[in-house]
């Protein structure tokens, strides 16, 4: 049974920094896609940042390049998102996913909660 469960979020001022965590277990996820995706009150589910975790490759939604930084530890299992300089508009629950190669199948934790205050 695939569980990722997310820890890290707060409440932090505009400009501080945050890291989020996805412990993530239940299967080897060699070759899947590990993602950061948040959702705002009132708005749809949107991505932020993923990994491929076999060789590292990543990818940003354009608000938060420059800001952001996502990495993996094989080790720990664990898929990380670094944020600096937040924002109000940064303020969602983060979510982290997991996609296996080559099904429909999609895996999400629970949720943490960010708040940036102004």
């Known amino acids: 049974q695939v569980q990722l469960v997310e820890s890290g979020g707060g409440l932090v001022q505009a400009g501080g920094s945050l890291r989020l965590s996805c412990l993530a277990s239940?299967?080897?996820?060699?070759?899947?896609?590990m993602g950061w995706f948040r959702q705002a009150p009132g708005k749809e589910r949107e991505f932020v940042a993923n990994?491929?975790?076999?060789?590292?490759?990543?990818y940003y939604t354009d608000s938060v390049k420059g800001r952001f930084t996502i990495s993996r530890s094989n080790a720990k299992n664990t898929v990380y998102l670094q944020m600096n300089s937040l924002k109000p508009d940064d303020t969602a629950v983060y979510y982290c996913n997991a996609d296996p190669p080559g099904t429909e199948d999609s895996y999400w934790g629970q949720g943490t909660q960010v708040t940036v205050s102004s």
């Open positions: 990994i491929n975790w076999n060789n590292g490759n990543t």
């Open positions: 239940g299967r080897t996820f060699t070759n899947h896609i």
